[in-house]
């Protein structure tokens, strides 16, 4: 529903009230309510505020409910493998009240880890709100838009397979084993390796995040070549999610790896198109910032993530109204991916990172 409440009047070009409500009825789950609402107030032609607020309500998937339960060697990094050499007190202490000798070393880089659906999830529910600003300087630069939004988002009862890293990981840095992580694994009394450790889904306690997007459009032209520009920067400056209700938070912005993906501070893309009598050369930019490894220990190879840039260039030749050509290859300086200590597969995070390296492309489209 869209309810216009002024427009034409000063400092009042429109200002615009949408909303909307669902009402969701599930026979494992009950029922639940749900709502958005959103204001989009324009000042002048140049200048726009707008913001939103709305909850959220989703229920646990069948693979996440009824996936079968399995178990497979996942790369999984064990924090006692070499501990007595590590100098943390906190770590020595938990690792030898596991009963681990002091001179384990962990054999490979997988674990076997019980995978699979989990009966007892329950449903989780958000709420998100933003808030922004629109600015089109049309009598200093037609064609240029920027955008600045604000996004909160907190989920509770968040649905989240937290990978054995993680779990061990935070385990270990725990007060004389505390962390209700400790529970999810076990150890052989005789070698000290790791026997069973579960990462199924569960319902954390809660999730938060916040940051900025950032957005520059432009369309326009130099001479008789028409230029495009479309560049998209976030920020992210909290995400942590509370294993469970009263539980320490566990910080995932500016980390990655683990299992867990990447959440560096900055993320960026860009694509810059030029087009002149059908042929057309576009290159597009993606920035992954920098990131510190979950797991990795100050000062250990691996411990930290430069900034990587992947860039892209394509060529595409328009034969008529129906029927196109097109030559490129992604990732031109054939970037590699960096090494993370506790990477999931091919030594780095196979989640964030490109693993092919340059490579090329033809393209033909056409239609009847």
């Given at each position: 529903?869209?309810?216009?409440?002024?427009?034409?009047?000063?400092?009042?070009?429109?200002?615009?009230?949408?909303?909307?409500?669902?009402?969701?009825?599930?026979?494992?789950?009950?029922?639940?309510?749900?709502?958005?609402?959103?204001?989009?107030?324009?000042?002048?032609d140049?200048?726009?505020?707008?913001?939103?607020?709305?909850?959220?309500?989703?229920?646990?998937?069948?693979?996440?409910?009824?996936?079968?339960?399995?178990?497979?060697?996942?790369?999984?990094?064990?924090?006692?493998?070499?501990?007595?050499?590590?100098g943390?007190?906190?770590?020595?202490?938990?690792?030898?009240?596991?009963?681990?000798?002091?001179?384990?070393?962990?054999?490979?880089?997988?674990?076997?880890?019980?995978?699979?659906?989990?009966?007892?999830?329950?449903?989780?529910?958000?709420?998100?709100?933003?808030?922004?600003?629109?600015?089109?300087?049309?009598?200093?630069?037609?064609g240029?838009?920027?955008?600045?939004?604000?996004?909160?988002?907190?989920?509770?009862?968040?649905?989240?397979?937290?990978p054995?890293?993680?779990?061990?990981?935070?385990?270990?840095?725990?007060?004389?084993?505390?962390?209700?992580?400790?529970?999810?694994?076990?150890?052989?009394?005789?070698?000290?390796?790791?026997?069973?450790?579960?990462?199924?889904?569960?319902?954390?306690?809660?999730?938060?995040?916040?940051?900025?997007?950032?957005?520059?459009?432009?369309?326009g032209?130099?001479?008789?070549?028409?230029?495009?520009?479309?560049?998209?920067?976030?920020?992210?400056?909290?995400?942590?999610?509370?294993?469970?209700?009263?539980?320490?938070?566990?910080?995932f912005?500016?980390?990655?790896?683990?299992?867990?993906?990447?959440?560096?501070?900055?993320r960026?893309?860009?694509?810059?198109?030029?087009?002149?009598?059908?042929?057309?050369?576009?290159?597009?930019?993606?920035w992954?910032?920098?990131?510190?490894?979950?797991?990795?220990?100050?000062?250990?190879?691996?411990?930290?993530?430069?900034?990587?840039?992947?860039?892209?260039?394509q060529?595409?030749?328009?034969?008529?109204?129906?029927?196109?050509?097109?030559?490129?290859?992604?990732?031109?300086?054939?970037?590699?991916?960096?090494?993370?200590?506790?990477?999931?597969?091919?030594?780095?995070?196979?989640?964030?990172?490109?693993?092919?390296?340059?490579?090329?492309?033809?393209?033909?489209?056409?239609?009847?």
């Amino acid at each position: 529903m869209s309810v216009p409440i002024l427009a034409g009047k000063p400092f009042f070009e429109a200002l615009t009230l949408d909303g909307a409500v669902r009402y969701s009825d599930y026979n494992l789950f009950g029922s639940d309510w749900n709502y958005k609402a959103s204001l989009d107030w324009m000042i002048s032609d140049s200048f726009r505020l707008r913001g939103t607020y709305g909850t959220g309500f989703r229920i646990p998937n069948v693979p996440e409910l009824y996936g079968g339960v399995s178990e497979g060697n996942l790369t999984t990094t064990d924090p006692c493998s070499r501990y007595s050499t590590s100098g943390n007190a906190t770590l020595i202490a938990n690792c030898q009240a596991s009963g681990v000798p002091a001179n384990y070393v962990q054999l490979g880089t997988t674990i076997l880890t019980t995978v699979g659906g989990n009966e007892n999830l329950k449903p989780e529910s958000s709420t998100t709100w933003t808030v922004g600003t629109v600015i089109s300087p049309k009598g200093l630069v037609p064609g240029l838009s920027l955008t600045a939004d604000w996004f909160d988002i907190k989920i509770k009862d968040a649905i989240r397979a937290i990978p054995g890293s993680t779990k061990l990981s935070i385990c270990y840095a725990s007060q004389n084993l505390s962390h209700p992580f400790c529970d999810d694994f076990t150890r052989s009394p005789l070698t000290g390796e790791v026997t069973f450790l579960s990462a199924q889904p569960i319902n954390t306690g809660r999730e938060e995040m916040n940051g900025l997007d950032l957005g520059l459009v432009y369309a326009g032209g130099i001479g008789s070549v028409n230029i495009s520009l479309d560049v998209n920067l976030t920020y992210l400056n909290k995400y942590v999610v509370l294993p469970f209700p009263g539980g320490d938070p566990i910080d995932f912005d500016g980390f990655i790896g683990g299992g867990n993906g990447g959440y560096p501070k900055w993320r960026g893309y860009g694509v810059l198109t030029a087009e002149k009598d059908g042929v057309s050369a576009t290159w597009s930019t993606q920035w992954i910032g920098k990131a510190t490894d979950f797991n990795a220990a100050p000062g250990e190879i691996g411990y930290s993530t430069p900034n990587v840039f992947y860039h892209n260039l394509q060529v595409a030749f328009k034969i008529d109204e129906k029927t196109r050509f097109q030559v490129g290859v992604d990732n031109v300086f054939d970037r590699k991916a960096p090494y993370i200590q506790s990477f999931t597969d091919a030594n780095t995070d196979t989640m964030t990172y490109d693993l092919l390296g340059r490579r090329f492309y033809v393209g033909f489209r056409t239609a009847f």
